[in-house]
């Protein structure tokens, strides 16, 4: 719903238009498209990433883990963001 809002403001309400927009191509809606699947992406699956890394290498919490905890722990979450 917001991905639609923002694109009928921004981009122009030709985009989301009912059954008009089928099939509707510009570069700059595609450039839209691909850049909200990057940041939906990265705050989804990068928020998840993050919390199973500090779940599995600092189970006490931030002030308890070592430093070699630490590592892993962004070892891994960065290995996962590629």
């Given at each position: 719903w917001l991905?639609?809002?923002?694109?009928?403001?921004?981009?122009g309400p030709e985009t989301v238009a009912?059954?008009?927009?089928?099939?509707?191509?510009?570069?700059?809606h595609k450039a839209f498209l691909r850049?909200?699947?990057?940041?939906?992406?990265?705050?989804?699956?990068?928020?998840?990433?993050?919390r199973i890394s500090q779940s599995?290498?600092?189970?006490?919490?931030p002030s308890s883990s070592s430093l070699?905890?630490?590592v892993q722990a962004a070892s891994v979450f960065l290995?996962?963001?590629?």
């Open positions: 991905c639609g809002a923002l694109s009928h403001h921004h981009i009912l059954d008009t927009s089928r099939g509707f191509e510009s570069l700059t850049c909200t699947v990057l940041v939906l992406d990265l705050i989804l699956y990068g928020t998840a990433c993050y599995l290498f600092c189970m006490d919490g070699q905890q630490r290995t996962a963001m590629l």
